[in-house]
């Protein structure tokens, strides 16, 4: 299975979470992962991959980061019937309690009204916050990741997402 993880990220968090992404997902035989950074990447690269993995932090209070911000109009734009995706995100639930993660819904949302699979929803149990788009039925259209708040959970929760990830594609 070709795997592409297309990620923004400001401060480092989702692309070193990106990186510890792909080093599980290789040891999927038969898999390759490459890592696309959206600051210059193309999204129509997104038709070349069998699983489409999309990093984004939430930013500004809700918001997409800028790169994706910049790339949204684009991903509105795209046919996402039959495709492969899954969603992480980094973000702040002490700092940004009432839009933890939100960009995970911002993305997840589109892709699914588009037509998109959606793979690796994860729950919300073991974090603390008031509101996030990012939640539907008690589960993140993704993995959540605060590296702001629970630095030491990171590299367990990435680990056992490319589990979940891995059973559900069957790879
Ligand atoms: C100005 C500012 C606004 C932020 N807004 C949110 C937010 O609305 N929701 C959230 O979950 N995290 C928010 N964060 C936290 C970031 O998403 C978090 O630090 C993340 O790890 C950054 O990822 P990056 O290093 O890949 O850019 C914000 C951080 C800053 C500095």
Same mark, same amino acid.
């Given at each position: 299975?070709?795997?592409?993880?297309?990620?923004?990220?400001?401060?480092g968090?989702t692309?070193?979470?990106?990186?510890?992404?792909?080093?599980?997902?290789?040891?999927?035989?038969?898999?390759?992962?490459?890592?696309?950074?959206v600051?210059?990447?193309?999204?129509?690269?997104?038709?070349?991959?069998?699983?489409?993995i999309i990093?984004c932090p939430?930013?500004?209070?809700?918001?997409?980061?800028?790169?994706?911000a910049? $790339?949204?109009? *684009?991903?509105?734009g795209m046919? +996402?019937? /039959?495709?492969? =995706?899954?969603?992480f995100?980094?973000?702040d639930?002490v700092?940004y309690?009432?839009?933890?993660q939100d960009?995970l819904?911002?993305l997840?949302?589109?892709?699914?009204?588009?037509?998109?699979?959606?793979?690796?929803?994860?729950?919300t149990?073991?974090?603390?916050?008031? $509101?996030?788009? *990012?939640?539907?039925?008690?589960? +993140?259209? /993704?993995l959540? =990741?605060?590296?702001?708040?629970?630095?030491?959970q990171?590299?367990a929760?990435?680990?056992?997402?490319?589990?979940q990830?891995?059973a559900?594609?069957?790879?």
């Amino acid at each position: 299975m070709k795997i592409g993880i297309f990620l923004g990220s400001t401060t480092g968090n989702t692309e070193a979470a990106a990186n510890a992404l792909k080093a599980e997902l290789d040891k999927a035989e038969g898999s390759s992962c490459e890592i696309l950074n959206v600051k210059t990447a193309d999204l129509d690269a997104i038709k070349g991959f069998d699983l489409t993995i999309i990093g984004c932090p939430t930013w500004n209070v809700g918001e997409l980061q800028e790169d994706w911000a910049a $790339q949204f109009p *684009g991903l509105q734009g795209m046919d +996402f019937s /039959g495709r492969k =995706l899954a969603f992480f995100g980094c973000g702040d639930q002490v700092g940004y309690l009432n839009n933890f993660q939100d960009a995970l819904g911002i993305l997840g949302n589109v892709a699914v009204a588009k037509g998109a699979e959606v793979y690796g929803f994860w729950s919300t149990e073991g974090y603390d916050f008031v $509101q996030s788009e *990012g939640v539907i039925d008690q589960h +993140f259209l /993704g993995l959540a =990741l605060d590296d702001d708040n629970q630095p030491d959970q990171t590299q367990a929760r990435i680990e056992a997402w490319s589990r979940q990830l891995r059973a559900e594609l069957g790879i």
